[in-house]
């Protein structure tokens, strides 16, 4: 077993008593700091960063030298995938990712290549390990990919969407082919996470952002099923200790009974969602991350730490507790606004 | 008691037994029917269709002339209000509203004019009117308002945001300045629909378009406790009949239970819960609206038919159900497919 320094954010995912609650941020490795607005600037573009391992290292360990985080998270993108499999992938300034050849016919899905994630996107495994690296055991490295659902939203449309329609039309019109082409993505997922973890990636996380979109049965047709075979298909052990899941369906806070039945290790909760309720739901057959509303960032220091309180307080006794923001920091959140939610979790629940 | 020829709407708002289940649709007279791009394109804007009686009364009737439906809704738009307390409201082409004079500061809404709906939005009340004689007694005419919280959220950011950042920042910082403002809209949407069922309007709902943005506690303390405190000031019988109040928080389906004990006589519920589930948390006290997912409408008449009768199913046995979207039907629908829908609502829900 690789030797880990802190390893309270582990422990709190197999729901182990912990010493305090640990905390990490999604996005926590982005644009609301400064010195990631500069290597930015010089990369050029965000693929640019993604794309090379040695910015991707530096960037993804720039929060941890700010605070003490209790883990790290691989910086990358959720659009990896299609991108690998050929729909091309940009980003525009202010209008989000866009695909230059979005999948517009059951032909385009049909000859979707299969990806070797290890050939085919082999910057992101260079990254994990030299992250890896450079972590030297202080904190555990995540891993993470968009779920097939939400991969399969962005192929479709093309680009970010208010009401996914198209997406939705293939679903409600053509099951047969949109199970084909999550299928397919789960199988690349799937891949990609187990290289990920190969490469040194310690927990994994899958984002499944636009689960909460789809009508109940839908969800559990056409995303949950999917990530539940990602799930079953994961290597659960490497280096001598297992490697959690931690599935995310944004705004599916009422349907955590039957994600915390797919094999997951964690959720993620947003803040829509009290997390004594969310708990109920589940039972405490898995732990819960989150959920803080990132609004909450902009506000001030007194406000910021009444409400880790009271995250905290929601959560109640007991182990499985990861702290978290219900989604991504946003850009406009100064950064000692952030050093003061990490000391505020950390003191409160008990860090000597 | 004014004659109604058709009363289905009402008496399920009731939870009464009715012979098939009635079916009205947000937005219903809007941007899908060609005959509505005519008119709007004639008056030179959305709001001098809503501000001129004769035009919002030929917009209501144009869905009742095309499709069998069940109600009527007033053609107007949430932001009335605070376009008539001297914020300046404009419509962009894509943009969406603004506000000229968003409010900016504590001082801002301190100053904020209370209104008198009947002096100073006579065009909505002789709207009604206007509708009220045009339809005869053929169905109801549902009266509306936004909630004070959406409201809110529109005078506080001068537009549409995706995160209502300094809306959110107002109450988690000056919570004593949010109540205030809230407190003033609450006074004055009370007064609006009370001025709406004494012009004609049979039903009222309210539309809490940005509730599902906050978070639980906060829900309850800045968006419920308002709605709620309408509710209790409004007059609930008018023409010797009950005056049904629907409440609309979106994306607030496991709110379902608080929403229940509101006073309300039925909420909407969003496509993303089952009408099942929405039925266990309400115990039944309230009837429920919705809930299909607006994109079936882009599909075909075999789905759009096959995704009416699932709704139907998982409402199940029982009366108190009225057919609804889960959201507002999208310009890009051809009108055909919400005939498809009526028909199929009716045709299944058992109307000779």
Redesign the interface.
């Known amino acids: 077993m690789t030797s880990l320094i802190n390893d309270t954010f582990l422990r709190a995912l197999s729901r182990q008593q912990t010493d305090y609650t640990p905390v990490w941020i999604m996005r926590q490795a982005g644009r609301y700091l400064p010195e990631y607005r500069q290597l930015r600037a010089e990369a050029g573009s965000f693929m640019a960063l993604c794309t090379n391992p040695e910015l991707a290292c530096e960037v993804t360990l720039q929060p941890l030298k700010r605070f003490p985080l209790d883990a790290a998270i691989l910086f990358s993108d959720i659009l990896t995938i299609p991108d690998a499999m050929g729909l091309g992938l940009n980003f525009t300034t202010g209008e989000g990712p866009s695909f230059e050849r979005p999948l517009r016919s059951a032909s385009d899905i049909k000859n979707l290549p299969a990806i070797d994630p290890e050939d085919d996107l082999p910057y992101v495994m260079a990254a994990v390990k030299k992250i890896r690296l450079a972590l030297a055991g202080e904190v555990p490295l995540i891993g993470f990919s968009g779920s097939p659902w939400t991969l399969a939203t962005y192929m479709i449309e093309g680009s970010s969407s208010k009401?996914?329609?198209r997406a939705?039309?293939l679903i409600?019109?053509q099951p047969d082919v949109a199970h084909l082409l999550l299928g397919k993505l789960a199988d690349a997922v799937t891949d990609y996470l187990n290289a990920q973890i190969r490469a040194g990636a310690q927990v994994v996380q899958i984002f499944d952002t636009w689960g909460?979109?789809?009508?109940?049965?839908e969800?559990q047709e056409f995303s949950l099923t999917y990530m539940q075979r990602i799930i079953d298909g994961l290597i659960r052990e490497n280096e001598g200790r297992r490697v959690p899941v931690i599935l995310f369906s944004k705004?599916c806070?009422?349907r955590l009974g039957a994600i915390a039945d797919s094999g997951c290790d964690a959720a993620g909760v947003d803040?829509?969602?009290?997390l004594a309720?969310a708990r109920s739901f589940c039972g405490d057959r898995i732990a819960l991350q989150g959920n803080m509303?990132?609004?909450?960032l902009?506000?001030?220091p007194e406000?910021i730490r009444r409400?880790v309180k009271?995250t905290l307080d929601d959560f109640g006794a007991g182990p499985g507790h990861v702290f978290n923001l219900g989604h991504g920091i946003?850009p406009?959140v100064p950064p000692k606004h952030l050093a003061c939610l990490v000391a505020a979790v950390h003191e409160l629940s008990g860090k000597g």
Chains 1, 2 share one sequence.
Request: aromatic letters at 18%.
């Open positions: 009401t996914w329609a939705k039309a409600f019109e909460g979109a789809l009508p109940w049965a969800y705004g806070g009422h803040w829509t969602m009290r309720e509303d990132p609004a909450i902009l506000t001030n406000t409400y009271q946003t406009d």
